[in-house]
């Protein structure tokens, strides 16, 4: 039987006049993966920051493996972004001045898990993603499609249940678009982690069975 | 946990030559305005420590005078009976301490003539004198003002009395057998020794009595209890008649050591001014990185650095570059010190000063002194800038700093 994953009540966020949520109640189910669309500005990004502790909300709930995040004190909510989220935004967020072995693993290092058996994941992932061979360059080295690959391969190097990604392919061709939107996806499955996409880009939402829309500050769902 | 993401996060911080060139110049500069300020303390310190010592080997630990001038032996051994019981193994001797004239064929000086018992003398004051009947020992500066060395004859001149056709002097020729080093220009430059016997020959008809032993005593401490010499006085105030004056061995330079107290503490309030300078550079590099590594700090924080961790890790940085400070500063009063023993530009001239060399002498009061306000204002600066990081959402310091 599904398991709510997270499950969000009546979630508002309000930015000064602005109300970004305005009551959006959802349940994300484990295991599963949605592609979230709207205009811009109708709070599918905000939405998204919510769920991955990088904000608070205004008022409402999530709760995550059925803990609500307002109980979370700042440090608590630190180890729920280290351990239980994996993040991948439109831009890779890459640090220019680190190699990319030492992105990948920088979660690892400040969550202070990093072993030899995830530096080892992270290999088996990057020789299966094809940037092995990246893994020694820095990022202005490397084309925008092995950016976002390294940028994968850092969201799901602590192997977490909730991967969020924000217009993932809003830098890229239609071709490594579509490349990016299916490795996604297989590697969601793989990990066995719950994906939720938001896009603007009807195409890349067509790949996913779980279809949502953002409009006002409001999440429906679609058939 | 939180130190073991100490060097790593250090090190990405300091990955780039720039950010470490930045941060190797800021240490320096807060190194050597430390240094300054702790020279500077060191110097006056120095200067305290060693007149004190000189002086104490030239005065005793406590100098006693009588108001009746001079002091005879039955006098001494009753009134000073309760010294010995009072301090164990303490030692004192008693001087004839007057002023005459010396010349030698043109040059001529002003001196305090000390006539002494020698070896008593030199057993409670450290000094050896070795003084026969018709020799004379000189301080080195006073001889080097004669143009006298060992073995020349000078000429002493000394009243034969206090009244009348007794206050002209009387002339008679010493030959100079001992040349004395006590470390006190102004001291060295004055002062001449002569056997108590020769004085008591050349003047006997003045003293009140042939038991007369002096006007000065000079006590000296046992090893350990020189730092209790106020208490000492005090004591000694009680239990001595009241016609007896007892001071510590710096009196005669008091107020020039209350001076350089009172001018130490206020240096080291101005010169926090040099500290407070190089915390600009501090606060230029807080601000550096900042604009440079806000990138990774709001990233760290996206991937779960937490606050706690930040608010920490962020101000131990900070104590860092503090403490190689600190310890760069030292390097730096060493090497001064090190010029000061040996760079002739930096003698103290003796006309001006009463001691030839200065060392620079720093206690733990110096160091807190220094050290603590600079960490406190680090602390402060760093608290300061951590707000910045903590007050701004991250997501919205990603999209700032990445975009």
């Given at each position: 039987m599904e398991r709510a994953l997270v499950t969000v009540k009546n979630l508002t966020k309000v930015y000064a006049t602005t109300k970004a949520l305005a009551g959006v109640n959802f349940d994300f189910m484990a295991g599963t993966q949605y592609a979230i669309q709207g205009a811009s500005g109708s709070g599918k990004s905000t939405l998204l920051y919510l769920l991955g502790g990088l904000d608070r909300p205004s008022s409402g709930s999530i709760c995550a493996d059925g803990k609500?995040?307002?109980?979370?004190s700042n440090q608590e909510l630190a180890v729920y972004r280290n351990l239980f989220i994996g993040f991948v935004f439109q831009?890779?967020?890459?640090?220019?001045?680190?190699n990319c072995r030492s992105n990948i693993l920088l979660p690892a290092l400040i969550g202070n898990v990093l072993t030899p058996d995830v530096e080892q994941s992270v290999l088996k992932l990057a020789e299966y993603l094809e940037?092995?061979?990246?893994?020694?360059?820095?990022?202005?080295?490397?084309s925008g499609g092995e950016q976002q690959r390294i940028n994968l391969i850092r969201a799901l190097s602590l192997r977490p249940k909730l991967l969020l990604c924000d217009e993932?392919?809003?830098?890229?061709d239609s071709i490594n678009s579509e490349k990016v939107t299916l490795l996604l996806k297989t590697l969601a499955t793989q990990y066995g982690a719950t994906l939720i996409v938001v896009t603007h880009d009807a195409k890349v939402a067509s790949h996913f069975e779980q279809n949502l829309w953002m409009k006002d500050g409001h999440l429906f769902t679609r058939g | 946990m939180i130190l073991r993401l100490y060097l790593p996060i250090l090190k990405i911080l300091l990955i780039d030559r720039a950010t470490r060139k930045f941060l190797i110049g800021v240490g320096i500069g807060l190194a050597f305005s430390m240094a300054v300020i702790l020279c500077a303390l060191g110097i006056m310190d120095g200067f305290d420590r060693e007149m004190r010592q000189k002086l104490r080997s030239v005065s005793g630990d406590i100098q006693i005078i009588s108001r009746h001038g001079q002091l005879s032996s039955l006098e001494i051994e009753k009134d000073f009976e309760p010294i010995s019981a009072m301090i164990p193994d303490v030692r004192r001797t008693t001087v004839y301490q007057t002023e005459a004239f010396l010349i030698r064929e043109q040059n001529s000086r002003g001196i305090l003539l000390r006539s002494v018992v020698p070896e008593e003398y030199s057993n409670a004051m450290g000094i050896k004198i070795e003084l026969r009947i018709g020799q004379i020992a000189l301080g080195k500066e006073l001889a080097q003002y004669l143009g006298v060395g060992l073995g020349d004859e000078v000429v002493l001149a000394l009243p034969q009395g206090q009244e009348g056709s007794k206050m002209l002097p009387t002339l008679n020729a010493f030959s100079v057998h001992q040349l004395l080093d006590h470390g006190l220009f102004e001291f060295d430059s004055r002062v001449a020794y002569l056997n108590l016997d020769d004085l008591r020959t050349i003047?006997?008809?003045?003293?009140?009595?042939?038991e007369s032993l002096g006007n000065y005593i000079f006590v000296t401490l046992p090893e350990?209890?020189?730092?209790?010499v106020s208490r000492y006085i005090e004591q000694l105030k009680q239990k001595l008649p009241k016609h007896y004056q007892v001071r510590p061995f710096w009196s005669d330079f008091g107020v020039l050591l209350e001076a350089v107290k009172i001018e130490k503490t206020v240096l080291a309030l101005v010169l926090q001014v040099i500290v407070l300078v190089s915390l600009f550079n501090v606060f230029g590099f807080i601000v550096y990185i900042h604009e440079k590594k806000a990138q990774e700090i709001f990233l760290f924080r996206a991937m779960g650095l937490s606050d706690k961790q930040l608010f920490i890790l962020w101000p131990c940085f900070l104590v860092t570059l503090w403490f190689l400070s600190c310890l760069v500063s030292l390097l730096f009063v060493q090497i001064f010190n090190l010029l000061l023993h040996n760079l002739d530009l930096l003698k103290v001239p003796g006309e001006i000063y009463h001691l030839g060399r200065l060392d620079i002498k720093l206690g733990l009061f110096e160091y807190l002194l220094v050290f603590a306000p600079a960490l406190a204002q680090i602390i402060v600066l760093a608290l300061f800038g951590l707000r910045r990081f903590m007050n701004r959402p991250i997501i919205s310091g990603l999209r700032m700093e990445f975009s």
């Open positions: 609500d995040l307002a109980d979370f831009f890779h967020f890459l640090l220019p001045s680190m940037v092995q061979h990246c893994l020694e360059k820095m990022p202005y080295q490397l993932p392919t809003g830098n890229l | 003047i006997g008809n003045a003293w009140a009595s042939d350990g209890k020189q730092a209790e």
